[in-house]
C-alpha cells in the first residue's frame, strides 16, 4: 500500500493515541504493531490502527498530520469515531489476503 497516508493508532478504545505520516502505510504499521522501532508507540503499547486517510501527495499527507497534531483529544476521537466507531483494528482491512506471517515483515510486491 505504497501512497502517502496519515494515520491514527491507539493502544486500546479511548487509549494513548499516535498520529503519524507515511508513504507506505502497510510496512509501517506492521513496524508499530511488531514494536521494531524504537519510541512512543512501542513504550505506551500502540499497536491498534484505527483511522487512516490516503493522500495524492506526501506534501498534502504531511500538512494534514501536522494539523491533526495540533488538534485537541476529543477532537481526535470524534475523527476516529466517524469512520470507525467500534475502535475496530484496520490491520486486516489494509492487509487484504496478503497478511504476513508473524514476525515477517509485509511484502513489498
Partial sequence: MK???VYIMASRRNGTLYTGVTADLLQRVWQH???VLEGFTRRYGVKLLVWYEQHESMSGAIAREKAIKKWNR??????IEEQ??????????????????????PSRG
Fill in 3 to 5: 501512497q502517502p497516508a
Fill in 33 to 35: 504493531r511488531e514494536g
Fill in 74 to 79: 476529543v477532537w481526535k476521537l470524534r475523527l
Fill in 84 to 105: 470507525n466507531p467500534q475502535w475496530q483494528d484496520l490491520w486486516s482491512e489494509i492487509v487484504g489476503d496478503s497478511a504476513p506471517a508473524a514476525g515477517s515483515p
